[in-house]
């Protein structure tokens, strides 16, 4: 498993594999019960690497088919190494047609020091693969600020992505959790996150790189080339997150599924809905949480913001006029689109408060199923 990655995570385990699938298609069903037969405008299957049990995804997908009417797109995340002939034309088959790799890097030393499964070597055939397959969009996630990596070898990572012909690049830079495991990986035990100059310097030079390139911004961190469909996850409106450790968004109420997968099991099989923590989201603050999520897509399309949130938009309004004076953002008739400046300020204020508040909320979720109460 990826040292590195801060979410809900497990070692795959065969006796709970065949009833956590059951508790998946059970808490489907309640959802159903709850809500009809509603639309689905998009279906996000990740984070984490749902193709490890490609046969019973079949089976997830089918089952929401059956219960909901499904009217968008399909994405999926992947990694390399599950990459075969069968597994695409399986994907395919399921209706996916957006799907993104985990590449991290295409230099076999970072690949080894975050401990990929797999080598530089196969990374080339199977993006290719991919490419070839018939999927609208191909997006690679890449890392950078890798420990002691250089702009050069992080700029030659997104090189070789577009010489690959990929639509999209994701690139993150190396983000260490307090929580997850890198702290008790050796390789990167001493690890710190980058200082904010080498982030900065980093960032403007893969951004710009892209761009030179011909892709463009279209979130804080991903890139993306032409009129194809975006891959995107967290960044609709609303959703439903369904598994342990699952979050879901809806009008006025945020939540979270506990992250046992044992007690997960345990509540959906009895019916019961596996929430763990909720919190009420009152209209300001779902203001600003909309207005975050439309900065990290890079743009507030005005009309949505006024239809969303009419007169009380002032506050942000006021927010706005501050941004653009600090360059953060600039407007025209339709949009308010954040600037390379902007895009990496959001970056910075991700780390500093969002990744406070997932570390403490992910930290205690993971240690306790049904947690009393967390205060972030
Ligand atoms: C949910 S993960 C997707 C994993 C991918 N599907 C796989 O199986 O390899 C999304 C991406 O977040 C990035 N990521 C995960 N943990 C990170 C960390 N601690 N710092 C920076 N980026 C991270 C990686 O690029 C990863 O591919």
Same mark, same amino acid.
């Given at each position: 498993?990826?040292?590195?990655?801060?979410?809900?995570?497990?070692?795959?385990?065969?006796?709970?594999?065949?009833?956590?699938?059951?508790?998946?298609?059970?808490?489907?069903?309640?959802?159903?019960?709850?809500?009809?037969?509603?639309?689905?405008?998009?279906?996000?299957?990740?984070?984490?690497?749902?193709?490890?049990? @490609?046969?019973?995804?079949?089976?997830?997908?089918?089952?929401?088919?059956?219960?909901?009417?499904?009217?968008?797109?399909?994405?999926?995340?992947?990694?390399?190494?599950?990459?075969?002939?069968?597994?695409?034309?399986?994907?395919?088959?399921?209706? =996916?047609? !957006?799907?993104?790799?985990?590449?991290?890097?295409?230099?076999?030393?970072?690949?080894?020091?975050?401990?990929?499964?797999?080598?530089?070597?196969?990374?080339?055939?199977?993006?290719?693969?991919?490419?070839?397959?018939?999927?609208?969009?191909?997006?690679?996630?890449?890392?950078?600020?890798?420990?002691?990596?250089?702009?050069?070898?992080?700029?030659?990572?997104?090189?070789?992505?577009?010489?690959?012909?990929?639509?999209?690049?994701?690139?993150?830079?190396?983000?260490?959790?307090?929580?997850?495991?890198?702290?008790?990986?050796?390789?990167?035990?001493?690890?710190?996150?980058?200082?904010?100059?080498?982030?900065?310097?980093?960032?403007?030079?893969?951004?710009?790189?892209?761009?030179?390139?011909?892709?463009?911004?279209?979130?804080?961190?991903?890139?993306?080339?032409?009129?194809?469909?975006?891959?995107?996850?967290?960044?609709?409106?609303?959703?439903?997150?369904?598994?342990?450790?699952?979050?879901?968004?809806?009008?006025?109420?945020?939540?979270?599924?506990?992250?046992?997968?044992?007690?997960?099991?345990?509540?959906?099989?009895?019916?019961?809905?596996?929430?763990?923590?909720?919190?009420?989201?009152?209209?300001?603050?779902?203001?600003?949480?909309?207005?975050?999520?439309?900065?990290?897509?890079?743009?507030?399309?005005?009309?949505?913001?006024?239809? !969303?949130?009419?007169?009380?938009?002032?506050?942000?309004?006021?927010?706005?006029?501050?941004?653009?004076?600090?360059?953060?953002?600039?407007?025209?008739?339709?949009? @308010?689109?954040?600037?390379?400046?902007?895009?990496?300020?959001?970056?910075?204020?991700?780390?500093? =408060?969002?990744?406070?508040? @997932?570390?403490?909320?992910?930290?205690?979720?993971?240690?306790?199923?049904?947690?009393?109460?967390?205060? @972030?």
């Amino acid at each position: 498993m990826c040292p590195y990655c801060p979410y809900n995570k497990v070692e795959y385990d065969k006796t709970l594999a065949k009833p956590y699938l059951k508790a998946i298609l059970a808490e489907i069903k309640q959802y159903h019960n709850r809500l009809g037969r509603i639309e689905v405008p998009s279906i996000y299957v990740g984070g984490g690497t749902p193709t490890n049990l @490609i046969d019973e995804l079949g089976i997830i997908i089918e089952i929401i088919r059956d219960n909901f009417t499904v009217s968008g797109d399909l994405y999926i995340e992947t990694t390399p190494s599950d990459i075969n002939d069968e597994s695409l034309v399986k994907l395919l088959r399921y209706g =996916f047609s !957006l799907i993104s790799l985990g590449v991290q890097s295409f230099n076999e030393g970072y690949l080894k020091l975050i401990g990929r499964d797999y080598t530089a070597g196969i990374l080339y055939p199977a993006i290719s693969k991919v490419m070839s397959a018939g999927f609208k969009t191909v997006n690679v996630d890449l890392m950078f600020a890798l420990p002691g990596q250089t702009i050069k070898e992080a700029i030659s990572d997104i090189k070789r992505a577009i010489e690959l012909g990929v639509d999209q690049i994701t690139t993150y830079p190396l983000f260490t959790f307090p929580y997850s495991t890198v702290g008790k990986y050796l390789k990167l035990k001493s690890v710190k996150m980058p200082d904010i100059v080498t982030r900065r310097r980093m960032y403007k030079a893969i951004h710009d790189y892209c761009v030179v390139n011909g892709f463009r911004r279209v979130s804080v961190w991903g890139f993306k080339r032409g009129d194809l469909p975006r891959y995107s996850s967290v960044t609709r409106e609303s959703y439903i997150g369904l598994g342990a450790g699952a979050a879901s968004y809806l009008p006025g109420v945020f939540y979270f599924n506990t992250f046992s997968v044992s007690e997960y099991i345990k509540a959906s099989l009895a019916q019961r809905l596996p929430v763990a923590l909720k919190m009420e989201v009152s209209e300001s603050m779902a203001m600003y949480y909309w207005l975050y999520w439309r900065f990290y897509d890079t743009y507030i399309p005005k009309r949505r913001l006024r239809e !969303l949130f009419g007169s009380r938009d002032k506050k942000i309004r006021r927010l706005l006029v501050l941004a653009k004076a600090l360059g953060l953002c600039v407007q025209d008739e339709e949009h @308010i689109s954040l600037t390379e400046r902007g895009a990496f300020w959001l970056h910075l204020m991700q780390n500093y =408060f969002i990744l406070n508040y @997932i570390n403490k909320v992910w930290s205690l979720a993971m240690k306790e199923p049904w947690p009393e109460r967390v205060e @972030i």
